[in-house]
């Protein structure tokens, strides 16, 4: 699952391990176990928790500005997928296609 947080005001914060996503509004709460990308853009708060726990379940932590094009990016340093994307990139550069 994705979660695109895009409401200038919006918290995002770990509580008892758990990202929890607050706004004047409302508040979720989201297991780790089940998100794949955070998306943030302009104006949300984050604390350093949420990096930590993202990097812990390697969530891929997208920072976009107002047109939704990518500006920062954070994710783990363990090798995942990662080194199967590269070993795949090297193969095809290798190959008569590429």
Not at 11 to 36: A, M, Q, W, Y
Request: aromatic residues 4%.
């Amino acid at each position: 699952m994705e979660l695109n947080i895009q409401q200038a005001g919006t918290r995002l914060l770990i509580r008892k391990g758990i990202f929890e996503v607050s706004n004047k509004d409302c508040t979720h709460k989201i297991s780790p176990e089940k998100l794949e990308r955070i998306v943030i853009s302009k104006g949300i708060g984050l604390s350093s928790d949420v990096i930590f726990k993202a990097v812990e379940h390697q969530i891929d932590l997208l920072v976009v500005d107002g047109t939704g094009q990518p500006q920062a990016r954070v994710w783990s340093h363990k090798l995942g997928s990662i080194s199967t994307i590269r070993k795949h990139h090297l193969h095809f550069c290798q190959s008569a296609a590429g």
